[in-house]
């Protein structure tokens, strides 16, 4: 059961997750993007959602992310950074950059959310993942530049790297069609959030 709300992000009543995706109703949901910065290199970490997943199966992800259940609030989501990923983080590592609303639809869904969107700076952290086996399939990481350049047609065909043992892995070619499509709002707000990330770890790491 999901609380849903006007556009204006005002309560309306609580209704099936079901329902809330047949009429469009717009609702909360927790996205968490672990990022990375490495040898003056920035990383964002995907994950590929499980090939037999109901909805979008085998795309590229926000690393962790799910709905609000009805009367959470938004920190509450920060669960399923362990239940997807078989990480745990404490509360304060999260970084809060708002809410971005998500719009996705299909043949069978209207999605509408209200993204309650979080960053965590997961540099250095080289612990394998324990993935939730019927909801996400590996760790793709992807230089941030370059899943920008891909975006914005620049580029055709970016390299990953499978982190899912914990350690850079195999190389993996990435194409625009393997991304879940979220809206073009949505990817510009998180990236302009991704670069204050990165550009003030790095005013950061020279001051130090």
Not at 99 to 123: A, K, Q, R, W
Not at 124 to 144: H, N, W
Not at 168 to 188: K, N
């Amino acid at each position: 059961m999901l609380d849903t709300f006007t556009k204006q992000l005002e309560f309306i009543d609580v209704r099936s997750r079901d329902e809330v995706h047949r009429l469009g109703l717009w609702h909360q949901t927790f996205h968490c993007w672990l990022l990375q910065q490495e040898m003056g290199k920035n990383y964002i970490l995907f994950q590929k959602r499980y090939a037999y997943k109901k909805d979008y199966p085998g795309f590229l992800d926000i690393t962790a992310a799910g709905h609000l259940e009805a009367g959470e609030k938004p920190l509450d989501g920060i669960r399923e950074l362990h239940e997807e990923l078989g990480i745990e983080l404490e509360v304060e590592e999260l970084i809060s950059v708002g809410i971005i609303p998500c719009l996705l639809s299909t043949e069978t869904i209207i999605d509408n959310e209200f993204g309650h969107v979080y960053l965590v700076d997961y540099s250095k952290r080289t612990e394998p993942f324990q993935l939730q086996s019927d909801e996400v399939e590996s760790i793709i990481r992807v230089e941030f530049e370059k899943f920008r350049s891909l975006r914005q047609g620049y580029s055709e065909v970016i390299v990953g790297s499978d982190l899912t043992t914990g350690i850079a892995g195999q190389e993996v070619r990435l194409t625009w069609a393997d991304f879940l499509p979220h809206s073009e709002s949505y990817y510009e707000s998180v990236e302009r959030e991704f670069e204050q990330f990165f550009n003030a770890k790095q005013k950061l790491t020279h001051e130090k």
